[in-house]
C-alpha cells in the first residue's frame, strides 16, 4: 500500500527524510575522534552532537505550527532544502566553532524534517494505511540505528570525516526532487499568526534543562529537573494568555488527548528508559566485551521496529486503543520480568530477551497512540498536535533516562561511596572491575529497572482509559 501508485512518491520522500535526520541524530559519534583531530578545541567535541540534539527538539516545536499555517508543502520544502544547506555547512566547516554553528542549523532542519515527516503521515494517508506508514518509520529507524554508525564508520576510513555530512547532500537533493510536488500544500490556518517567541524560549530552555540532566547525569540532575518542572508551570501559565501560543493546552490536556500522551511519554520513559543504562551493567556488571555491551541495545531496538509491523496488522481487525491496550501489557509485564531476570542474575540472554520484549512494546504502543491521535486530529491542527505529542515523548524519552540515572548513582553510592565510579564506567571502556564493584553496578541496575517497570506498569490504566473513552464514544455514536 504505501508504495503502490496512490503514495509511492510522497512515501520515497517521508522515507528519505526520516532516513536523514535519524543517520544524523545516530551516526556522527563514529566521526568525533577524526574531527577532533582535525579540527582541535577537542573540549567542545561532545557539543557536536549535543546541539544538534537541542535545535531539533526545539524545531519539531517550531515547524508545527508552521505547517498548519502554510502546509505541509511549503514546509517540506523549506526543511529539506535547510537540512541540504546545513549539511553542506557541516561538511566544509574549517573549525570546530563552526562546525557546531552548522551542527545547530542541521538540528534545526532535522527536527522540522521529523515534524513535517509525522504530520504529513495524518495529512496524506488513508486511516487504514497511517499504522503500515508509522511501521516503516520505525523500521528505518531501526535500520539506521544499525547500519548509520556502520555508515559512518566507513566512510570516516575511507573519504574522512567530511563525508559523514556530505553523504546527506544527495539524498535530500532525491527527497526534494520527489517530494516537491507530491505533499499537500492547502493551509488549514491562518500564516499571519506570529511566532510564539516567548512560549517557544520557555519550552526551549525546559529542552535544554532535560537534556543537560540526561546527557550528565550527576548530583544536579534533580535540580534541573526542578527547573523542568517549574518551566512547564510557567509555560501552561503563557500559554492560558497567548493568542497563538507554540503548543495549545488544549492539545496537551483535552480529554481526547492527554492520555494519548499520557500513554506515549510514560512508555518512553520506562520502555526507553530501562534500556539506557543496559551497556553499562552488561559491561561492568556481567563482565561482557565492551563491544558486545554496546551492540546489545539492538534487540530492544529490533523488537520496536518488528513490532511495529505487527502493529500495523493487528489495527486491521482491532481498534487502535485495543492494541495499544495488548502493548501496555506486554511493556508492563516484560519489564517486571526484565527487572526479576537481573535481579536473580539470569543469563545473558534471558536478559536480552526480556529487552527484545520491552522493545516490542514500545513498537505496539507507538504505532497504535500514534493512530489514535491522528485519527482523531482535524486537519487544521494536525502540524501542532503530532509535534505536541513527538515533544511529549521525546520528555518521556529525558525524563526516564535522568531518572534511571539518578537511581544508578544513588544505589551505587550507598554501596560504594563511589559516584564517581559510574562516570569512569560510562566514559572508559579499560576501567577494571572487580566483584564488589560488578555486584554493585548489578544491584544498581536492578533498583533502577524497578524504578522503570513501575512507569511502564503506568500505561496499563492509561490505556484502560483510551479503552474506555473509545468505548462510550462508540455506544454515544450508536
Known amino acids: 500500500m504505501l508504495l503502490g501508485p496512490r503514495y509511492r512518491a510522497v512515501s520515497a520522500a517521508l522515507i528519505s527524510t526520516v532516513a536523514m535526520a535519524s543517520y544524523n541524530n545516530l551516526s556522527v559519534t563514529a566521526a568525533l575522534p577524526d574531527i577532533g583531530d582535525d579540527l582541535g578545541r577537542v573540549a567542545l567535541l561532545p557539543w557536536v552532537v549535543t546541539a544538534e540534539l537541542l535545535a531539533a527538539a526545539i524545531a519539531v516545536l517550531a515547524v508545527g505550527p508552521f505547517i498548519d499555517g502554510t502546509g505541509a508543502r511549503r514546509a517540506f520544502r ?13 561538511a566544509v566547516a574549517p573549525t570546530m566553532e563552526l562546525l557546531i554553528v552548522a551542527r545547530i542549523l542541521q538540528g534545526l532542519g532535522g527536527g522540522a524534517l521529523i515534524g513535517t515527516a509525522f504530520a504529513c503521515i495524518g495529512l ?14 520505525s523500521s528505518v529507524w531501526g535500520v539506521m540505528s544499525i547500519g548509520g554508525p556502520a555508515l559512518a564508520a566507513l566512510l570516516v576510513s575511507t573519504l574522512g570525516w567530511r563525508a559523514v555530512f556530505a553523504c546527506n547532500l544527495p539524498v535530500a537533493v532525491a527527497a526534494a526532487i520527489v517530494g516537491w510536488r507530491r505533499l499537500p500544500s492547502q493551509a488549514h490556518q491562518a500564516a499571519t499568526d506570529p511566532l510564539d517567541r516567548r512560549g517557544l524560549a520557555t519550552l526551549s530552555a525546559l529542552t535544554v534543562s532535560l537534556l543537560l540532566a540526561t546527557s550528565a547525569v550527576s548530583w544536579y540532575s ?56 543496559l551497556p553499562l551493567y552488561l559491561k561492568a556488571g556481567r563482565g561482557s566485551s565492551a563491544a558486545f555491551a554496546a551492540f546489545a541495545v539492538l534487540w530492544p531496538t529490533l523488537g520496536w521496529s518488528t513490532a511495529s509491523w505487527v502493529s500495523g496488522a493487528m489495527q486491521q481487525r482491532l481498534h487502535a486503543s485495543t492494541v495499544s491496550l495488548i502493548g501496555a501489557v506486554i511493556i508492563s509485564t516484560s519489564a517486571i520480568s526484565a527487572t526479576i531476570a537481573v535481579g536473580v542474575e539470569a543469563p545473558v540472554v534471558v536478559v536480552l530477551t526480556m529487552f527484545a520484549c520491552i522493545g516490542w512494546g514500545i513498537g505496539t504502543i507507538s504505532t497504535s497512540s500514534m493512530a489514535l491521535l491522528q485519527g482523531r486530529a482535524e486537519p487544521r491542527e494536525m502540524g501542532r498536535i503530532s509535534s505536541a505529542h513527538h515533544f511529549l515523548r521525546s520528555l518521556g524519552f529525558a525524563y526516564g533516562a535522568a531518572l534511571a540515572g539518578l537511581v544508578i548513582f544513588w544505589a551505587v553510592d550507598r554501596r560504594t561511596g563511589d559516584t564517581e565510579l559510574v562516570r569512569d564506567l560510562l566514559g572508559d571502556s579499560d576501567v577494571v572491575v572487580d566483584a564488589a564493584v560488578a555486584d554493585a553496578l548489578g544491584a544498581a541496575y536492578s533498583w533502577s529497572l524497578a524504578t522503570m517497570a513501575l512507569l511502564c506498569t503506568l500505561t496499563v490504566p492509561a490505556a484502560v482509559l483510551l479503552a474506555q473513552r473509545y468505548n462510550l464514544e462508540r455506544i454515544t455514536r450508536d
Open 124 to 137: 496524506i494517508y488513508d486511516d487504514t494505511v497511517r499504522p503500515w506508514a508509522y511501521a516503516m518509520f
Open 78 to 90: 523549506v526543511t529539506v532544502m535547510a537540512f541540504l544547506v546545513c549539511s553542506a555547512l557541516c
Open 222 to 277: 534533580a535540580g534541573l529537573l526542578v527547573a523542568a518542572a517549574l518551566l512547564c508551570v510557567g509555560y501552561a501559565r503563557h500559554a492560558k494568555r497567548a493568542v497563538a501560543p507554540v503548543v495549545r493546552l488544549s492539545h496537551i490536556i483535552g480529554g481526547q488527548w492527554r492520555n494519548i500522551h499520557l500513554l506515549g511519554a510514560l512508555t518512553m520513559a520506562g520502555g526507553t528508559g530501562a534500556g539506557v543504562f
